[in-house]
């Protein structure tokens, strides 16, 4: 079966510091790979997707940049965190195909001081 | 993007079924009806999607109108577990991506 990790689940970093959040997909290739975020009490904003490696469109102009190096690995990345880039960082992965569902991971609880 | 509409919140009791509406009124004919549920402090969970039949599966069924511009997430028999909040989400068939709205949130009483 098909199952997804992220890494850390906490985090708590100050401003101006560098990011690297990791996700790894197991028990399948070729996944369409996304990150979202969720700020304190909003919904779900698609930050990056991914539909093979080194393939990478971005949704929002933003402080964070995404990289595939690997077909079943997604990493989110910064270079000087924001006050704003607090939130709950998700990760998820869909097979490649017609209708398929999205899965998600736990998430990366994200505080910035 | 075809929007939706939900309510924002629902109660139900503990083993009562909850029925969950969603309006899309701008559906188009090629896009599938997504839930999505999302736990405290967790991603969101696939829950189940439909064209234009009802649909079933373990966790709930999805009740199309004919007309498909609305459309209903039914729970049989509702437990704590089912406390979430639940998105109802408009998807062409060959749509990489998924828009997320505020969404339903379900408070299921003891």
């Known amino acids: 079966s098909q199952t997804i990790h992220q890494w850390p689940a906490t985090l708590v970093q100050p401003v101006g510091s560098p990011l690297s959040l990791e996700c790894t997909v197991e028990g399948t290739s070729n996944p369409n790979l996304y990150w979202y975020r969720q700020a304190a009490g909003r919904g779900l904003q698609l930050l990056f997707y991914s539909v093979g490696i080194g393939q990478i469109s971005s949704e929002v102009p933003q402080n964070l940049s995404a990289s595939r190096p690997q077909d079943r690995q997604f990493i989110l990345s910064s270079k000087k965190l924001l006050l704003s880039d607090s939130g709950f960082y998700l990760c998820?992965?869909?097979?490649?195909?017609?209708?398929?569902?999205?899965?998600f991971g736990d998430g990366t609880r994200l505080s910035i001081l | 993007d075809a929007k939706t509409t939900q309510p924002n919140s629902m109660e139900s009791n503990e083993e009562e079924p909850v029925h969950l509406p969603c309006n899309h009124s701008t559906i188009s004919g090629t896009d599938y009806i997504h839930w999505y549920r999302q736990l405290p402090s967790q991603g969101p969970e696939y829950v189940i999607h439909g064209l234009t039949s009802n649909v079933n599966n373990r966790m709930a069924s999805l009740a199309i109108a004919e007309d498909r511009k609305s459309s209903t997430l039914i729970l049989h028999r509702a437990t704590l577990r089912d406390a979430a909040v639940y998105y109802c989400?408009?998807?062409?068939?060959?749509?990489?991506?998924?828009?997320f709205g505020a969404g339903t949130t379900v408070t299921v009483r003891a």
């Open positions: 989400i408009l998807s062409e068939s060959n749509d990489y991506k998924l828009s």
């Open positions: 998820a992965w869909r097979a490649d195909g017609l209708n398929q569902p999205q899965h």
